[in-house]
């Protein structure tokens, strides 16, 4: 499959059609990183019919009036404001409820997942079998603290071995997926990091490719060691018991 053009502006759906592609970016107190992370996006899309969308997740910060501002600049940024804070996952799922591509991409916010990566894996997720619903990213020389890579390193391995999900980095933000797809799976809070194993768990196959990773320049992580250690082990145990009780039909045949 060719690659999209890479020096033609990002071009929108045309009138009256849907975009193939949309972007969906959760933030909550990024204004530093926000901006610059939304540029970046649609010089990594240039070419492609696509939207962005930016969940502010109730910022306490300017986030949501620098974003506003660049919507001149960017005629396909979308943003979309919760009233209340509601977490990444809670994000996401307004982002995508809210698109109009078939296939999403989804970004962490803080602009450490590198745009340009996305479109090869669209174009993966495009040029796999029928039944390929999610192409993730699997990130190579993380630029994080020791402590935080080692964590990861422990929390992927515990949850690959519960689950199978064959997953080796699902805390990467960094994915593109079917829409129809995603819809279908029980939403709760925290899915984001479990989405490969419910993927499996709906009779999809997904798959996963290296992509680059940058050190944080603004703001503040979301996120503590001690405080994924304990929504972690609540959320296994309630994908584990996803997987107990999924029964698939097999093919199904209209008669």
């Given at each position: 499959m060719a690659?999209?053009?890479?020096?033609?502006?990002?071009?929108?759906?045309?009138?009256?059609?849907?975009?193939?592609?949309?972007?969906?970016v959760p933030v909550f107190n990024e204004s530093g990183a926000a901006p610059d992370l939304a540029r970046e996006i649609?010089?990594?899309?240039?070419?492609?019919?696509?939207?962005?969308?930016?969940?502010?997740?109730c910022s306490r910060d300017d986030t949501r009036e620098r974003l506003t501002a660049l919507k001149a600049e960017i005629p396909v940024l979308r943003l979309l404001a919760h009233s209340a804070n509601s977490g990444q996952s809670r994000a996401v799922r307004t982002g995508v409820l809210a698109a109009r591509g078939d296939i999403i991409v989804t970004l962490d916010g803080d602009g450490q997942n590198d745009p340009?990566?996305?479109?090869?894996?669209?174009?993966?997720?495009?040029?796999?079998p029928p039944d390929l619903a999610l192409v993730g990213g699997e990130?190579?020389?993380?630029?994080?603290?020791?402590?935080?890579?080692?964590?990861?390193?422990?929390?992927?391995?515990?949850?690959?071995?519960?689950?199978r999900d064959t997953a080796n980095d699902t805390g990467c933000g960094l994915k593109a997926f079917r829409r129809e797809a995603f819809l279908r799976l029980p939403y709760f809070d925290h899915i984001h990091r479990y989405l490969p194993a419910l993927m499996l768990r709906e009779?999809?196959?997904?798959l996963f490719l290296p992509v680059g990773h940058r050190p944080r320049t603004s703001?503040?992580?979301?996120?503590?060691?001690?405080?994924?250690?304990?929504?972690?082990?609540?959320?296994?145990?309630?994908?584990i018991w996803l997987q107990s009780r999924a029964r698939r039909p097999g093919s199904i045949l209209e008669l």
């Open positions: 690659s999209a053009p890479s020096q033609t502006p990002l071009a929108g759906p045309a009138a009256g059609s849907r975009p193939e592609v949309s972007v969906v649609a010089a990594a899309f240039s070419g492609w019919s696509a939207e962005i969308l930016f969940v502010d997740d340009a990566d996305a479109p090869k894996l669209v174009e993966a997720l495009r040029a796999g990130r190579v020389r993380r630029q994080d603290s020791a402590a935080k890579k080692i964590a990861s390193r422990i929390g992927n391995g515990v949850r690959r071995r519960l689950l009779g999809y196959s997904t703001g503040a992580s979301k996120y503590t060691n001690l405080g994924r250690l304990w929504a972690s082990a609540s959320d296994l145990a309630g994908v």
